[in-house]
């Protein structure tokens, strides 16, 4: 077996795709295959179905979660006054690792600090830290974004 260029895929929104029925996620991997740069495409519906195994009706359906779920929209195409495949764009959901820390297990994003007295000198010390682990993660949040960005444009 030999490893081939346009045989591999790169699928976004693992983490919120395994929420999903077998159907939908199988939809959603072929989707992807077919994006561009821009992560648009438009396969007819006779095409997904082929390549998923599944009925034209399963995939109207399954489009249609995957829509309601934020994973893509969906334009209609036509050209003098026939309608031709979809257009299908693909969006880049925000996951766990995404979350701002804020909203992560009920943290609070600021804390109230008052002066520290000679006893509260270990929870400054705390709040000190609680500071640089959230610019950390702000930081490499924003790696991740930009390396998202730069897969799709």
Same mark, same amino acid.
């Given at each position: 077996?030999?490893?081939?260029?346009?045989?591999?895929?790169?699928?976004? !929104?693992?983490?919120?795709?395994?929420?999903?029925?077998?159907?939908?996620?199988?939809?959603?991997?072929?989707? *992807?295959?077919?994006?561009?740069?821009?992560?648009? *495409?438009?396969?007819?519906? !006779?095409?997904?179905?082929? *390549? *998923?195994?599944?009925?034209?009706?399963?995939?109207?359906?399954?489009?249609?979660?995957?829509?309601?779920?934020?994973?893509?929209?969906?334009?209609?195409?036509?050209?003098?006054?026939?309608?031709?495949?979809?257009?299908? #764009?693909?969006?880049?959901?925000?996951?766990?690792?995404?979350?701002?820390?804020?909203?992560?297990?009920?943290?609070?994003?600021? #804390?109230?600090?008052?002066?520290?007295?000679?006893?509260?000198?270990?929870?400054?010390?705390?709040?000190?830290?609680?500071?640089?682990?959230?610019?950390? #993660?702000?930081? !490499?949040?924003?790696?991740?974004?930009?390396?998202?960005?730069?897969?799709?444009?």
């Amino acid at each position: 077996m030999r490893y081939e260029k346009g045989n591999f895929i790169t699928v976004p !929104n693992k983490s919120e795709l395994k929420k999903l029925d077998a159907h939908s996620q199988v939809l959603f991997m072929w989707l *992807c295959s077919f994006t561009d740069d821009k992560g648009q *495409c438009y396969p007819s519906v !006779n095409r997904l179905a082929e *390549c *998923c195994g599944l009925s034209r009706k399963t995939i109207i359906d399954r489009v249609k979660v995957l829509i309601e779920k934020g994973f893509l929209t969906k334009t209609y195409r036509y050209s003098d006054n026939t309608q031709k495949s979809n257009l299908y #764009q693909i969006h880049l959901l925000p996951s766990a690792t995404d979350t701002p820390p804020s909203a992560v297990e009920g943290k609070k994003a600021v #804390q109230e600090v008052h002066p520290p007295s000679a006893s509260d000198a270990h929870r400054t010390k705390s709040i000190e830290v609680n500071i640089k682990e959230r610019k950390s #993660q702000k930081e !490499n949040l924003k790696k991740f974004k930009e390396s998202l960005s730069e897969m799709f444009n």
